[in-house]
């Protein structure tokens, strides 16, 4: 029981800790959009990463909690809840992909990509009452979604056995 509360609290660590890398990284790269109303980052890199070396339950975590404080903090706030949902939602199923074959992983990582994609076109519609601002936003975010898996894979493939030794 001892031994799993240690691993259990050294997980949660590495959420956090992961979770705020996201963050700066996010906001040290940040690419206004002024089509969308909003702005490309490379938080989707990190949250796929952190999915696909911790698995589903990390992916939602970081997921949720870098995509609503990347918003609080760029001075998007009426973003957060819808960031926090829709990245919350893309960690955990890419988080699914983790130790699956190759035809699996794909599947997931795609539908990790859709989900964010789809969701922020649902929540811009929401926001801003209009097809055209669902519209707008397509292109950056399958633009940030596809960049996000595609470096996401090879990182995590040499950070996965690290990260495991410690756990």
Do not use: C
Not at 23 to 34: D, E, G, N, T, Y
Not at 63 to 82: E, H, N, P, T
Not at 161 to 166: A, G, N, Q, S, T
Request: aromatic share 12%; net charge positive.
């Amino acid at each position: 029981m001892v031994r799993e509360e240690i691993y259990m609290k050294k997980q949660y660590a590495f959420y956090a800790v992961t979770a705020a890398l996201v963050v700066a990284i996010s906001l040290f790269i940040i690419i206004p959009v002024p089509a969308s109303n909003g702005f490309f980052t490379f938080a989707d890199v990190g949250i796929v990463t952190a999915s696909l070396v911790f698995g589903p339950i990390g992916g939602l975590v970081v997921g949720a909690m870098s995509g609503g404080l990347i918003d609080l903090l760029s001075g998007y706030a009426q973003w957060i809840i819808f960031s926090a949902l829709i990245h919350g939602a893309q960690g955990y199923i890419a988080g699914l992909a983790k130790d699956k074959g190759r035809k699996e992983k794909v599947l997931y990582l795609v539908l990790s990509a859709v989900v964010m994609i789809v969701g922020y076109a649902i929540a811009s519609w929401i926001l801003y009452g209009t097809a055209a601002a669902a519209i707008a936003g397509l292109f950056t975010n399958i633009l940030q979604s596809g960049v996000g898996v595609v470096i996401a894979i090879p990182i995590s493939i040499r950070l996965k056995p690290v990260i495991e030794r410690y756990l």
